[in-house]
């Protein structure tokens, strides 16, 4: 027997457009014990109902067990160890909400939500895809455009910064920190919009680039590239709140 998270479950199914009796009767599981399992009542089921699972919604079964935190596509984030902090306090400092609470200490979500996650990893992998293509291809502006992107800590993994500046843009957080006055360091932390707001984001992008995506129109390196980079300046810059 093995680790099930439901909520993750259901967010996967839900992700894929599926529903909870479509998704067993694929899987070749009864529709009770997969309502179980999404519903919170179960929370370890068979390793090979598990994997059935995984390979049905094409994500790591050790995610949908809630054994590892994040999608592989999003732990790239994390700080490198010499940054000290154990264990590490935030996915990417922009991205993972600390903040001091009014009786001290500090706040942190333990994780992000399952379905912000889903979204962030999907639209990374079609947008990865996409450019991987162009530059097998021998599009030069796609090659370079990477090539820009491999700075400092990123020097050898561009491909990891542009997934994390891709994501940013359909952060939710991001956009209030543009948008909206920064709370008082008191104030209760306000309730979570990254699942509602990414998943919509994501479409949304996604549409645009469609054409893209399909090999029916280029994309504009230079504009896109100056899109992430806007993204990782200006507003962007995130002050640590400390802490170790």
């Given at each position: 027997m093995v680790a099930i998270d439901g909520a993750r479950v259901r967010a996967a199914i839900e992700w894929k457009g599926m529903s909870v009796n479509g998704a067993a009767g694929r899987i070749d599981v009864s529709q009770q014990t997969l309502d179980s399992i999404v519903r919170g009542k179960t929370k370890r089921c068979y390793k090979g109902l598990r994997e059935s699972l995984a390979g049905l919604l094409d994500l790591p079964a050790a995610w949908l067990g809630g054994e590892t935190d994040l999608l592989p596509s999003l732990t790239s984030w994390l700080p490198y160890p010499e940054l000290g902090y154990q264990p590490p306090l935030w996915v990417d400092e922009n991205m993972r909400i600390i903040r001091p609470r009014a009786e001290g200490g500090l706040t942190q979500r333990t994780t992000l939500p399952p379905r912000y996650q889903l979204a962030a990893h999907e639209i990374w992998r079609q947008i990865a895809k996409a450019w991987k293509r162009d530059i097998e291809h021998g599009n030069r502006e796609a090659k370079a455009a990477l090539s820009h992107l491999a700075e400092g800590r990123w020097k050898k993994n561009p491909w990891e910064r542009a997934m994390m500046l891709v994501t940013r843009l359909v952060s939710a957080f991001w956009w209030r920190r543009l948008l909206l006055t920064p709370p008082a360091p008191s104030a209760p932390v306000e309730a979570d919009a990254h699942d509602e707001f990414t998943a919509a984001a994501a479409s949304a992008l996604a549409v645009t680039?469609?054409?893209?995506?399909?090999?029916?129109?280029?994309?504009?390196?230079?504009?896109?590239?100056?899109?992430?980079?806007?993204?990782?300046?200006?507003?962007g810059k995130q002050p640590s709140s400390g802490g170790a």
């Open positions: 680039l469609q054409p893209w995506f399909a090999g029916k129109r280029e994309l504009s390196y230079k504009n896109f590239v100056a899109a992430l980079e806007w993204a990782s300046s200006g507003f």
